[in-house]
């Protein structure tokens, strides 16, 4: 017997696309492999939910579905919509059901033609990257749900939300056709030191009183890893400083850094600065 769809997502047949998807979040969330490692049965659940909403997310596809063209693997029935699952269907009287496809079957000699291999289903996964991933770019190794390896180029300025193909990656075809791809969802984790502005970077970086005063250098860590920062003497706290180059490092258009300098006391209780600052202006 086909599996049920809709019953894999937990909605009615007459649910809109809006409560398929989410649907389908919630579902992905309960069961995602990389959040339960070692549970079979979960990482079955996540396909299983994956495959569904890859058919029931597509207009077409779903309409294909309900009026029995296509099985819930994707695959052509044969049955060329004969009862139909909205409803509709053919009967002694004639076709009641898409009056589109009753016109196309006209056009072509009264035979509707089958389809050929369809393409395997993509399979959907949410990937958390670093901060500096995000910035410089990588190459990391991800898990699929099915168990696999997959290198998996990251390129410098990527931001949360946005998605990354790797082409037949995904779930194989049941009907000879190519496989699915794999799509990744990029969320990336936000960083303790710096923020992100554009194609560039912001940082406060501390910076002691005497350095401050009569200058000197400090260390800076940014994305691409430490450097030596030269104060300026005289400089105070809300000044900011521009590393050229070494923001978001974005192909023939890298950012910059921004340093906003923060003056620190190292030792409050310093008796010579206390008397210095007892002193000072008489």
């Not at 994305?223 to 978001?248: D, Q, W």
């Amino acid at each position: 017997m086909s599996k049920d769809l809709y019953k894999t997502l937990g909605v009615s047949r007459t649910a809109s696309a809006d409560d398929i998807r989410r649907a389908y979040k919630r579902k992905a969330k309960e069961s995602h492999p990389d959040l339960h490692p070692d549970d079979a049965n979960k990482a079955e659940i996540f396909k299983s939910a994956s495959a569904a909403y890859e058919i029931l997310s597509d207009e077409t596809k779903r309409g294909q579905y309900d009026r029995g063209e296509i099985d819930g693997d994707g695959n052509p029935t044969g049955f060329g919509g004969q009862q139909g699952f909205g409803g509709f269907g053919r009967t002694a009287g004639g076709f009641q059901g898409d009056p589109f496809e009753e016109i196309l079957s006209g056009m072509f000699g009264g035979g509707r033609r089958r389809p050929g291999p369809r393409k395997g289903a993509d399979m959907r996964y949410r990937v958390e990257i670093s901060f500096e991933d995000s910035v410089t770019g990588a190459r990391r190794e991800m898990m699929m749900a099915d168990g696999r390896a997959l290198n998996v180029s990251i390129p410098p300025g990527i931001e949360t939300g946005r998605t990354l193909r790797l082409k037949s990656q995904g779930k194989p075809s049941n009907s000879g056709g190519p496989p699915g791809d794999a799509l990744l969802e990029i969320s990336v984790r936000p960083s303790k030191i710096w923020t992100r502005d554009g194609s560039d970077i912001r940082m406060t970086v501390p910076v002691p009183l005497k350095t401050a005063l009569l200058g000197g250098q400090v260390e800076v860590n940014t994305p691409m890893g430490p450097i030596s920062l030269k104060i300026p003497e005289g400089s105070n706290s809300g000044a900011t400083l521009r590393l050229r180059s070494k923001g978001v490092q974005v192909p023939g258009k890298a950012g910059n850094l921004y340093a906003r300098l923060e003056i620190q006391i190292e030792d409050p209780k310093d008796s010579g600065l206390r008397d210095w600052a007892r002193g000072y202006g008489k």
